[in-house]
């Protein structure tokens, strides 16, 4: 089974909240953030995991999030704290269930069971909350062939690009050439299989005009979104993964041109001096589709 990204809901940024913090809980769904993600994970101190549970699954059921995605990171499969995590999140119905650090495909199997036992045990209706693997690790990376095809629930992979250069010992920098590789590497599987890729995060969360060149940066690669960790960080990156006025313009005068020249039997045809085919033809039918702009 492959998805169709274009079909899908737009995840131009997935904002972070630490589960522990219920006033931030409540700011994050005020803020118009395509996804907000309680996070039971790295966001939470040790010593909080306990509370942190029910504060999640309590917000996920009380909070009026608006038009964002209600998502919910776990605990590590392996950590010990994954199964319990799932037993307090599921009954709150998330759309999707966020599952940090996946090694392999067995895992992604492993949480998609767990939620199917609790989906059928609550009266859920099977295959209703989703998954979003994060793929953070040199294993992870080596198995992303099995792990995009992993299961049905599964609509995208994060990028987990701290942890990545902590797993294959890098020095993270501000070219960030020391994770280009697993960053091309996600997105190139997703399109394989068509989920949606969800880039890394940026940490300085005061430094706009440097959160916006590296949001260009993975948008340019093929990402959908990025991770963001602050409220600043939601309109900077949703901006620049929704597709500009101009980019809009010029993707319908190429659809427009095609389905002209098309029809006259030519592949390929000038516009602008420049040579437009089907790859040219494709890319701008998903600039439209991004924009929500359906074709007739
Ligand atoms: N979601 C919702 N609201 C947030 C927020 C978030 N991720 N981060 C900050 N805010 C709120 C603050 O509560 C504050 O609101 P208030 O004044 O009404 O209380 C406002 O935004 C400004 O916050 P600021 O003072 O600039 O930042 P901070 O020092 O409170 O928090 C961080 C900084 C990094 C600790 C915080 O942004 C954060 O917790 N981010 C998420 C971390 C996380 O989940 N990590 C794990 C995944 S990578
Ligand atoms: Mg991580």
Redesign the pocket.
């Known amino acids: 089974m492959t998805n169709d990204r274009q079909q899908m809901r737009a995840r131009r940024c997935v904002?972070?909240?630490?589960g522990s913090d219920t006033?931030?809980m409540e700011?994050?769904v005020t803020l118009g953030a395509d996804c907000v993600c309680f996070?039971l994970e790295?966001?939470v101190a040790s010593s909080q995991k306990e509370n942190a549970r029910p504060l999640v699954a309590n917000a996920l059921r009380d909070l009026n999030f608006g038009a964002s995605e209600r998502l919910a990171r776990i605990n590590a499969i392996g950590s010990g704290m994954a199964e319990e995590d799932l037993e307090f999140v599921v009954p709150a119905r998330p759309d999707a269930i966020v599952i940090p650090k996946v090694g392999d495909a067995e895992q992604v199997k492993w949480v998609s069971d767990k939620i199917g036992e609790l989906e059928t045990r609550d009266s859920i209706e099977l295959g209703t909350i989703g998954l979003i693997g994060m793929i953070e690790s040199a294993r992870g990376l080596l198995n992303l062939r099995d792990i995009v095809s992993a299961d049905a629930r599964l609509q995208a992979l994060i990028f987990g690009a701290e942890d990545y250069a902590a797993d294959v010992g890098a020095t993270r920098t501000r070219e960030g050439m020391e994770v280009l590789y697993a960053r091309s590497a996600i997105v190139a599987a997703c399109a394989a299989f068509g989920l949606q890729a969800i880039d890394l995060?940026y940490l300085d969360?005061r430094d706009a005009e440097g959160l916006r060149a590296e949001a260009t940066r993975g948008a340019q690669l093929g990402y959908a979104g990025m991770q963001v960790?602050?409220?600043n960080q939601v309109p900077i990156v949703q901006a620049v993964f929704s597709p500009s006025a101009d980019a809009i313009a010029n993707a319908q005068r190429i659809v427009d041109a095609a389905r002209e020249k098309l029809r006259e039997g030519r592949g390929a045809f000038a516009l602008d001096n420049k040579m437009v085919d089907m790859p040219v033809i494709k890319a701008a039918e998903r600039v439209l589709a991004r924009a929500g702009i359906k074709r007739d």
């Open positions: 904002l972070y909240v630490p006033r931030k700011k994050a996070d790295d966001g995060l969360f960790i602050h409220p």
